[in-house]
């Protein structure tokens, strides 16, 4: 048992657990040096096929596995322990009380968060807000996959279908019409909703796992269908030239137009968190919460599953299309490669990552996972590694994500007994 | 008629490949009910090894059939074994986690694959050998069927009906069969459930890796993303089939091989994965139990 735990008594002496938790770390390495050798050791160069021996690669594996299994062991012991005692009590819970007993510390925060997001694009440079901008556009398509994925438990593998429906949807009306920014942002958003209903109407019938794949298959009939209907969607070269939004008619230079999309950006994401949390304590959000968490008894309860389910879809999707106009706008060109699988994997990993159903925890994982690749660069090659690792790790070690949803109690307060009769 | 007999041949081998692929991921379902996202990846995985042991014992002086027995016979060992593992980190500790909680992970494990090849070894194509050789039996006919072609048919049939024995006549494969149909009831009786889902990873990715090594050296080429597609697609095989059933698997890998060849042979190659795509969809809407699989209701 290579990744088994020590399970001997208490009684075996400290040094003789020392040298039997090296041991299992020994095997761990050496079966991880076996198990890399051919991939990390041997390279084959494919011009002039020389076989190339990188044997330094060998040596940081055997390290770092045997590091890393101490790491593993001691967090699987540790969530055996927390399972076994029912102590919720942690970081996040206290500050969450803090914040909501002391409002004065929560309202300055806010606000000199607020200025801070105001003068951001004046503080620093173009190129700046342009990362920023693309951030925030993620912190949407999370927020919306939010709903789908967190409050709802569908798991969507084909939501970048819906945001490339956005941006083709600005694209051709702009290109074939001359149709403004303003104009085509609410068609998106309902072509894209629109979309969702003919998709998840057929297929909202199966279960979880079924549903992520069809969704996946749909995913990619879409950018298939767009990369190959040259008179449609003009194939693989993509539309170029895509007008910037406009602002009354006003001539605006490129810098200002990228200022002048980042508070667009500002203000959709404030009425994302606002829609979104109304959405979930209203009578449809509790409902979607109901459903993900049993199905059965939902509908004993009453609750339509397929209604309830395909809101959630459509307004998911509705997210999705918003973002895909502005992306249209910003790049002022699109091409299927934007709309590939990758692209849902990293806006799942979003919600993922920051806590499914908690909006604090998808705009931090946005920020995060878009953030932080951008800044380091160089290890941004790394950056799909990282995130499928975390992803796996993340579901071992903590399903909930960085910010768990918190559940909600809901309380009955009658009026002196009049509702109750 | 010639040209349909062609097309039939080729969707017959694609559809070989596909069944192949398609019995790991029937097999894992039908134990744990995961869809082991990240079986495309041991596919790719040991498509990649097959390569680099048969360039490094090309080097040492090997070739013919004996260089392609043992390249496959290595890639089929690192494929079980990155099968193994990926189950022991990935999978195991979520056996009683929630149910979208494992698929997520699966397709962690799977990104982190693709990219670890990517990383380590190159993003281009690399040309793989012919390793399987030219039958001077087959030179009259060689313009329907290739020699490759007919090694894939026969490799599949041979594994396909070794595994079905396998899972009947053994003591491991009727521990299996106990463990899919009630795996607290199969523990009561002595059945070691952990060693049983590893035996069916190992399996499953044995399996995947003969497909790997077969296609890679028919087709000529491989490169870290074919695992993505290949295992979309022998995921819709096995649905198609029914998923959990193994001669649904075979059945439904030939469909889907067949469906393929002829709608790039008669409609428009451009569309051959909007087919295999739009093919899944259909089942699933009409049958989501598929072909030969048995329609469950949920206990409550």
Redesign the interface.
Known sequence: M??GVNMQSKSTSVAGRIVSECAQSLMVSL?FM???F???V???K?LD?T?EWRWD?LFYIAIGSFFLSFIWRYL?KK?RDQGSSEDKEDWQNRIGLKMRSEPKVYITGMIVLGIAVTLFPHLFSSYQTQIMISALMYVMLGLGLNIV?GLA?L?D?GYVAFYAVGAYSYALLNHHFGLSFWMALPLGAALAALFGIVLGF??L??????L???T???G??IR??LE?WNKFSFGPSGIAGISRPSLFGIELTLNQHTIYLYYIMICLVLLTILVVSRLRHSRIGRAWIALREDE?ACQSMGIDKTRTKLTAFALGATWAGLVGCIFAAKTTFINPASFT??ES?II??IV?LGGMGSIIGVIIGALVLILLPEYLRAFS??R??V??????LI??FR?QGIISSLKQHYEFHGQSGEDLG | MEYFLELFLGGLTRGSIYALIALGYTMVYGIIELINFAHGEIYMIGAFTALIAASVLSLLGLSGPSLLILAGVIAVIYSSAYGYTIEKIAYKPLRQAQRLSPLISAIGMSIFLQNYVLLAQTSDFLSFPALIPEFGFMEPISHIMQSSELVIIVTTALCTILLTLFIKFTRIGKAMRATAQDKTMAMLLGVNVNRVVSMTFIIGSALAAVGGVLISSHIGQINFYIGFIAGIKAFTAAVLGGIGSIPGAVLGGLILGWTESFATGYVSSDYEDVFAFGLLVFILIFRPSGILGKASSEKV
Do not use: H, Q
């Open positions: 290579i990744f079966w076996f198990l890399t051919p991939i990390m041997i390279r084959i494919p096929r076989i690669n699987m969530k994925v438990g798991l593998l057929p297929v019938r199966l279960r979880g796992d079924y992520a794949i069809v996946l298959g749909f990619e009939i298939l269908v190959n059965v699988f990758m994997a799942l990993s993922v090659e790394y799909m590694l995130f499928g690792a975390s992803m796996v579901m071992v399903p």
